[in-house]
């Protein structure tokens, strides 16, 4: 996998402030990985170090005043140039800065709050295609597959994973992939990221998404009430019997605990091998119809 990183999470002192932001899981994903380093706001031409700088009114601006966005998005474009030729799998950036942050920003006025959105670097990259996550939702790195959280713009992948997750008995055709349009199917997807109960971790090789697994508190099979999530997973077949899928599922586990959730939930056809990695991460059947078990997991 060949990854671009911001360059104060490899421990550059290039921060406004002369310091750096090293990252100990971007240091591991870089060692296992071909890696190059970016500071947009040195490509800029800012010095280290330099004033801080928010997004106000759509400007980047310094706290002394100054307008200083033309050099933040030369930064931008001299990243975008890179890798544009570089090709990366993957962009790690730093969080929240006005440059590099994916998902959230300073809202400008140098108090410590937050906004959705990105910063220049970010956004240009990911309207030219590039996949961008914030350094924070970097998970772990397993057997050479990275895992980390959903991107911003890839809630298609459900869509996908939600088919392969379609068990299928031994001699039965396949379904055609319309099905997942199906309403009792759509609830596992559509709008996904606005609620509470919303995440989502994927496992990558290369430039592929390989793996999925997400949680969602909705009226679905394995619904037990409206404070439990309920949990989808599902794995391309050539990457099943790995151990890729206990991984996700204790992961994904370990981050419902660290929301305040207590427990999660899913229903599993009882022919489906997965019982046993569930059973094998903590589930335990609560109840069972004809064709499936109800399975829990206390957190």
Known sequence: ???MVSACLAGENCKYNGGNNRNEKVLQLMADNEAITVCPEQLGGLPT???????????????????VDAQFRAGAAKCLEIAGRERPDLVVLQPRSPSCGVKQRYDGTFSGRLVDGAGVT????????????DA???IAVHKGFLIR??????????????????FISEGV??????????PELRIYYEDFGSRSGDHCLVAQAGNQVVGAV??????????????????????????????????????????????GFKRASLAVQKANYAVRMYKNVGFEIIDENEEEFIMVCRL
């Not at 170090?49 to 307008?67: F, Q």
């Not at 679905?220 to 206990?246: C, M, Q």
């Open 136 to 138: 924070e939702d970097l």
């Open 1 to 3: 996998m060949k990854i």
């Open 214 to 259: 997400w949680t969602r508190i909705m009226n679905d099979y394995g619904h037990v009430d409206d404070e439990t999530p309920s949990f989808a997973i599902s794995l391309l077949p050539e990457y099943r019997n790995k151990g890729i899928g206990t991984r996700l599922m204790k992961e994904m586990l370990l981050l419902l605990k660290g929301v």
């Open 173 to 182: 055709k396949a379904p055609a992939r319309e099905i997942v349009e199906r």
């Open 49 to 67: 170090p330099r004033v801080p700088s928010e997004i106000k009114d759509g400007l980047v601006t310094a706290k002394d005043g100054r307008i």
């Open 149 to 166: 959280k959903l991107c911003v713009g890839e809630s298609d992948l459900l869509k996908d994973f939600l088919y392969e997750a379609i």
């Open 122 to 133: 970010a956004q240009l990259l990911m309207e030219e295609g590039f996949r961008c996550i």
